[in-house]
């Protein structure tokens, strides 16, 4: 099997098509989410946004609630990413972000919007550096909740440094600022998307975040799961296919 980095184009440094080699699974068994948690644990200690810890693990009491998805981004069966998407609704107000910035957040939730909260987004630091495409087909699961559950504003707590590619590619902008996160060292401002005012202008620029209907249903629609009041399902269930 080739890497991850020997599925890129050795010209140019970049995949051919950048979700060609790109397999996400929803993290379900406790190999995929134990190799995810310390996956986080590398990068964010890499990043010096934590301390050292004896497990060498990141995982909190968000990565089990029923509104959230926690993903695995592998290339050729590498796993070279990860996200957490949350889906907050003024029914369901449980999420990482909304604990930090209540404040700026329970009274657009009192409003009836609904969110898609993007947290817990690493990457391998050597694949990263092979694969420049990583960061952009990672956020993406973000965009394509924000379709499927018809969602108002996509959220992103994120540092300072990492602010510009949020508010270039997804034309974020920003709602507070840096405040800390429980876990984490270093402080994260609130960033934040009008999805149905920025999409087509993002997707102009990056047709590949663009998704289809099946493929939200297959990443997002799960057998048996907690349907919270609120959560808007535009499409008609499908099972999901188990993870290879």
């Known amino acids: 099997m080739r890497s991850a980095a020997e599925a890129i184009k050795p010209a140019t440094g970049r995949l051919a098509d950048p979700l060609d080699q790109v397999d996400y699974r929803l993290a379900q068994t406790p190999e995929q989410k134990d190799e995810i948690y310390r996956l986080r644990y590398r990068a964010y200690l890499r ?43 003024p029914e369901w107000r449980t999420s990482p972000t909304l604990e930090v910035f209540g404040d700026v957040l329970l009274p657009k939730l009192d409003q009836g919007l609904v969110f898609i909260d993007s947290t817990r987004f690493v990457a391998d630091p050597e694949k990263a550096r092979n694969v420049p495409e990583l960061p952009y087909v990672t956020v993406r699961l973000g965009s394509t909740a924000g379709v499927h559950f018809n969602a108002d504003y996509g959220l992103a707590p994120v540092r300072p440094e990492h602010m510009a590619f949020y508010r270039r590619v997804f034309l974020h902008e920003t709602w507070s600022e840096p405040r800390l996160y429980p876990g984490l060292v270093k402080p994260v401002g609130l960033m934040a998307s009008h999805l149905p005012t920025v999409r087509e202008r993002v997707l102009a620029r990056y047709p590949f975040l663009r998704s289809s209907a ?14 919270p009041d609120g959560f808007v399902q535009p499409f008609e269930r499908a099972s999901i296919v188990p993870n290879p």
């Open 47 to 89: 990043e010096g946004a934590i301390r050292p810890s004896a497990d060498e693990r990141v995982v909190d009491q968000f990565d089990d609630a029923p509104n959230a998805w926690v993903f695995g981004v592998y290339l050729q069966g590498e796993l070279c990413s990860s996200i957490r998407i949350t889906v907050v609704t």
């Open 214 to 227: 099946f493929e939200r249903r297959m990443l997002f629609d799960r057998e048996g799961q907690l349907q």
